[in-house]
C-alpha cells in the first residue's frame, strides 16, 4: 500500500464512536472533571515551548485492535490541530497519557478493565478519576517494554505523571494540578485571577 491508499484509508475511517462502543456518560460528575482537566492541559501546553496534543474523546485507532475514545488523552510532540480520529500508524505515535473519569456504574467498570488494556496497548501512564469522590488511581508502565502496569502511590498526598511532568491532587471536592509549587488554572480561572487583580489595582488607586 502507498502513501496515498494509506491516506484514504485512513480518511475513510470513522470520526466516530458509538453508544455501544463505549460507556453511558453520568451526568455532571463526569463531565465537569474532564471538561477541568482538558481545560487546564490545554491552556499548560499552550504556554510549553515543547508541543502535546490534548484531546478529549476522540476515536483512536491502534493496528488491529477494537477502536476507543478515551475521556482524555495527551500525546508528547504532536501539533494540537483540530482532528476528528487518531490514527496510530498514520500518526507514527500511540497515545502517552489517558484519563478516564467515572462516578460509578458501567463507566467505573470499564475503566477498571482497561487498566489491563491500555497496558497492552503500550500507554505509558493512566490515570482513574472518581468525579463524585474525586478520587484517583494512577497507573505507570515500569519500562517502555513492559505491559503490565504498575500502580503508583501518592508523594506528599501527590501523584506525579513522570510521562507529563505535572501532579496531581485531590483537594476535599477539587483536583489541582501542579508543576512543581504553582498551581494550574484553567482559562476561566485565570480570567477570575486576573479580574481580581485588577479590582485591586483600581482600589488602590481610588
Not at 96 to 117: C, I, P
Not at 132 to 138: F, G, K, P, S, T
Given at each position: 500500500?502507498?502513501?496515498?491508499?494509506?491516506?484514504?484509508?485512513?480518511?475513510?475511517?470513522?470520526?466516530?464512536?458509538?453508544w455501544n462502543e463505549m460507556p453511558m456518560p453520568e451526568g455532571d460528575w463526569h463531565t465537569g472533571p474532564r471538561t477541568y482537566v482538558w481545560n487546564v492541559l490545554r491552556r499548560y501546553w499552550a504556554q510549553q515551548s515543547r508541543r502535546a496534543y490534548v484531546s478529549s474523546a476522540l476515536p483512536i485507532y491502534y493496528p488491529e485492535e477494537p477502536r476507543f475514545a478515551p475521556d482524555l488523552l495527551v500525546v508528547l510532540d504532536a501539533e494540537q490541530r483540530t482532528r476528528d480520529k487518531w490514527v496510530c500508524s498514520a500518526e507514527a505515535h500511540g497515545l502517552d497519557w489517558v484519563m478516564e473519569v467515572h462516578a460509578g456504574g458501567d463507566r467505573k467498570t470499564a475503566a477498571e478493565a482497561n487498566v489491563q488494556r491500555y497496558a497492552r496497548l503500550g500507554i505509558p501512564e493512566y490515570f482513574i478519576l472518581d468525579g463524585r469522590h474525586c478520587a484517583l488511581e494512577c497507573y505507570r508502565l515500569a519500562t517502555p517494554d513492559a505491559r503490565v502496569y504498575t500502580r503508583l502511590e501518592p508523594q506528599r498526598g501527590r501523584y506525579v505523571s513522570k510521562v507529563l511532568g505535572l501532579e496531581f491532587q485531590s483537594e476535599g471536592e477539587r483536583l489541582q494540578l501542579w508543576t512543581s509549587a504553582t498551581p494550574l488554572l484553567s482559562y476561566k480561572e485565570r480570567v477570575l485571577q486576573l479580574e481580581a487583580e485588577l479590582a485591586r489595582l483600581k482600589k488602590s488607586q481610588l
Amino acid at each position: 500500500m502507498d502513501e496515498e491508499e494509506r491516506a484514504r484509508v485512513v480518511a475513510s475511517l470513522p470520526g466516530e464512536v458509538t453508544w455501544n462502543e463505549m460507556p453511558m456518560p453520568e451526568g455532571d460528575w463526569h463531565t465537569g472533571p474532564r471538561t477541568y482537566v482538558w481545560n487546564v492541559l490545554r491552556r499548560y501546553w499552550a504556554q510549553q515551548s515543547r508541543r502535546a496534543y490534548v484531546s478529549s474523546a476522540l476515536p483512536i485507532y491502534y493496528p488491529e485492535e477494537p477502536r476507543f475514545a478515551p475521556d482524555l488523552l495527551v500525546v508528547l510532540d504532536a501539533e494540537q490541530r483540530t482532528r476528528d480520529k487518531w490514527v496510530c500508524s498514520a500518526e507514527a505515535h500511540g497515545l502517552d497519557w489517558v484519563m478516564e473519569v467515572h462516578a460509578g456504574g458501567d463507566r467505573k467498570t470499564a475503566a477498571e478493565a482497561n487498566v489491563q488494556r491500555y497496558a497492552r496497548l503500550g500507554i505509558p501512564e493512566y490515570f482513574i478519576l472518581d468525579g463524585r469522590h474525586c478520587a484517583l488511581e494512577c497507573y505507570r508502565l515500569a519500562t517502555p517494554d513492559a505491559r503490565v502496569y504498575t500502580r503508583l502511590e501518592p508523594q506528599r498526598g501527590r501523584y506525579v505523571s513522570k510521562v507529563l511532568g505535572l501532579e496531581f491532587q485531590s483537594e476535599g471536592e477539587r483536583l489541582q494540578l501542579w508543576t512543581s509549587a504553582t498551581p494550574l488554572l484553567s482559562y476561566k480561572e485565570r480570567v477570575l485571577q486576573l479580574e481580581a487583580e485588577l479590582a485591586r489595582l483600581k482600589k488602590s488607586q481610588l
